[in-house]
């Protein structure tokens, strides 16, 4: 059983190693080129002429777009608690992302509003992406929980289960052979 389990945490190990060393930098990498890709569109929305009161808006979105594409491996689930946290705990944080907010809705360029969206699926994706080698850890964990609850389900069930139904499913053997 304990050879099995070193298996497990060996095989385990590599794909988290195959994951973490080959896949995840390709995936980061697309995710900046979508980065760039709406940041070019945000570049172009200037070009053609915005209405001066988004400019503003346009400036806070590139700037974001600029500091998340270095940033993308970075974009963990511990990070993101430590945000939350100092969200929390900072009200002056809390007023100016409130503000940044306000502006960005406000703004009337509806194609600007689209790149933000955009911008947050992809840093969603890489929130995710970047979490996903730890993943390969839970999912046996979650499975032999369920395992184990079902067991413990069908034990509740064999308990309660007379006797005659009990020696039917689980015939008597004869002990005297074993050790």
Known sequence: MISF???????ISILHFIYDGIIL?????????????????????MIEGINEKDILAFNLVHEAINSFSNRLP????SVQKSFQSD???????REIIQKRRD????CSNDEIKRIVGNVNLILEKTYISNS???????????????????ITEINAQLTMAPSQEVHRVIPHTDNSICC
Not at 26 to 36: K, V
């Open 87 to 93: 969200v929390e705990n900072n009200v002056k944080l």
């Open 25 to 45: 930098p390709s995936i980061r990498q697309n995710n900046r080129n979508e980065l760039f890709s709406l940041r070019d569109e945000l570049r172009w929305l």
């Open 132 to 150: 996903g080698g730890w993943f390969l850890y839970l999912v046996p964990i979650a499975i032999t929980a369920v395992i184990f609850e079902k």
């Open 74 to 77: 970075m974009l963990t689930i």
């Open 5 to 11: 389990i070193i298996i497990l945490i060996l095989f």
């Open 103 to 106: 502006i960005i809705n406000n």
